[in-house]
T-cell receptor
Framework: EDQVTQSPEALRLQEGESSSLNCSYT??????LFWYRQDPGKGPEFLFT???AGEEKEKERLKATLTKKESFLHITAPKPEDSATYLC?????????????????FGQGTILTVHP | DAMVIQNPRYQVTQFGKPVTLSCSQT?????MYWYQQKSSQAPKLLFH???????NEADTPDNFQSRRPNTSFCFLDIRSPGLGDAAMYLC???????????FGPGTRLLVL
């Protein structure tokens, strides 16, 4: 069974204090790993897709990396507006004819709070 | 801008009173999903439509139904809401099942 574990559950940072969020996964072949940002009371906002080990993607203060067992979301010099829950999800390789093809398995998320 | 729209944003219903949540999209995506997300939990997939083909998750209660009358619209019907159905309901779309899913803003459902 596919599993995604995110750590820490919550992270409190001071503005400008860089850190990383972890997403560990177990999947029978990875088609893609996704990072989303979710603000309170809103739907998840797509950030990145990573497809293969060694791949990196960047957007403003965020950088996502991928290994064969985990992904990291690095936040450089965070600002209070970066405060949100960050969700990781994996999509396994699968049979294109199967009903579960393309299904995402989400982690529980990391709640990030950045204090001014 | 192309987007996923959910209405209403907040819905209050009474125990056992049927309720319908709406999702529309201007992305012209083939796949539409419904997720349930309870507080501090991961989104849980209820079902999805791949074009007109309906795919129900095995553990989705029979109380939950869905309709997709055309490419742009999808509805979530809860036939007899219970207190445990209070949650955020998220609609998502993707161009194809192996493509990135884009989420709407969600509908917060409260059951009294």
């Amino acid at each position: 069974e596919d599993q995604v574990t995110q750590s820490p559950e919550a992270l409190r940072l001071q503005e400008g204090e860089s850190s990383s969020l972890n997403c560990s996964y177990t999947v029978s072949g990875l088609r893609g790993l996704f990072w989303y940002r979710q603000d309170p009371g809103k739907g998840p906002e797509f950030l990145f897709t990573l497809y293969s080990a060694g791949e990196e993607k960047e957007k403003e203060r965020l950088k996502a990396t991928l290994t064969k067992k985990e992904s990291f979301l690095h936040i450089t010099a965070p600002k209070p507006e970066d405060s949100a829950t960050y969700l990781c999800a994996v999509r396994p390789l699968g049979n294109a004819g199967g009903t579960s093809y393309g299904k995402l398995t989400f982690g529980q998320g990391t709640i990030l709070t950045v204090h001014p | 801008d192309a987007m996923v729209i959910q209405n209403p944003r907040y819905q209050v219903t009474q125990f056992g009173k049927p309720v319908t949540l709406s999702c529309s999209q201007t992305l012209n995506h083939n796949v539409m999903y419904w997720y349930q997300q309870k507080s501090s939990q991961a989104p849980k997939l209820l079902f999805h439509y791949y074009d007109k083909d309906f795919n129900n998750e095995a553990d989705t209660p029979d109380n939950f139904q869905s309709r997709r009358p055309n490419t742009s619209f999808c509805f979530l019907d809860i036939r007899s809401p219970g207190l445990g159905d209070a949650a955020m309901y998220l609609c998502a779309t993707s161009l194809d099942r192996a493509e990135t899913q884009y989420f709407g803003p969600g509908t917060r459902l409260l059951v009294l």
